[in-house]
């Protein structure tokens, strides 16, 4: 099955870091590009980060640039978002995706929560 | 960075219906443009690709259409199932469209 699972989410003070996990399985991991995006409580989707297949090509919304690092881990079959400095207006629920084709989504995660609060 | 804005907010319509959401562009986007259904508690579902393509899986009662700036979304009768939030997608995303039942 192809499937997409992410972890790592959880509640973070504002100005922390978390390092959110997105474990691939089901198809050959290294040969797409992965994003991440999130979605605020009753809000609408927002994308943040994009990578290529290999590694070598990152994107970054204007919102989070400078503060999140998208990286992956082919042999492992794995997605990482590293965040740091953390806002209240970073709280969402992060879901990693898979490209089907330009910016076309085709798998998803269930997301993880990402809580900013003192 | 392109901005996307679908019309109308809010769709109220019944099942049996025809549904039609839009989606602009601030800038061409060529074909390069996607469609989403998200559902309460869910994560979105891919529908259509590449403006025009249906997804794997996705009913034949969903269209896309449209090209550079100026896209439509049809659902050319809709079922129960087919009541949720929709949204447009070329990197960034439109601020979504939800279709509610009349």
């Known amino acids: 099955e192809v499937q997409l699972v992410e972890s790592g989410g959880g509640l973070v003070q504002p100005g922390g870091s978390l390092r959110l996990s997105c474990a691939a399985s089901?198809?050959?991991?290294?040969?797409?590009?992965m994003h991440w995006v999130r979605q605020a409580p009753g809000k609408g989707l927002e994308y943040v980060s994009a990578i290529s297949s290999n590694g070598g090509s990152t994107y970054y919304a204007n919102s989070v640039k400078g503060r999140f690092t998208i990286s992956r881990d082919n042999s492992k079959n794995t997605l990482y978002l590293q965040m740091g400095s953390l806002r209240a207006e970073d709280m969402a629920v992060y879901y990693c995706a898979r490209d089907l084709n330009s910016y076309a989504f085709d798998i998803w995660g269930q997301g993880t929560m990402v809580t900013v609060s003192s | 960075e392109i901005v996307l804005t679908q019309s109308p907010a809010t769709l109220s319509l019944s099942p049996g219906e025809r549904a039609t959401l839009s989606c602009r562009a601030s800038?061409?986007?060529?074909?390069?443009l996607a469609w989403y259904q998200q559902k309460p508690g869910q994560a979105p579902r891919l529908l259509i690709y590449d403006a025009s393509n249906r997804a794997t899986g996705i009913p034949a009662r969903f269209s896309g259409s449209g090209s550079g700036t100026d896209f439509t979304l049809t659902i050319s009768s809709l079922e129960p199932e087919d009541f949720a939030v929709y949204y447009c997608?070329?990197?960034?995303f439109g601020q979504g469209t939800k279709l509610e039942i009349k």
């Open positions: 089901g198809f050959t991991f290294s040969s797409y590009a």
């Open positions: 800038q061409s986007v060529s074909s390069y």
């Open positions: 997608q070329q990197r960034t």
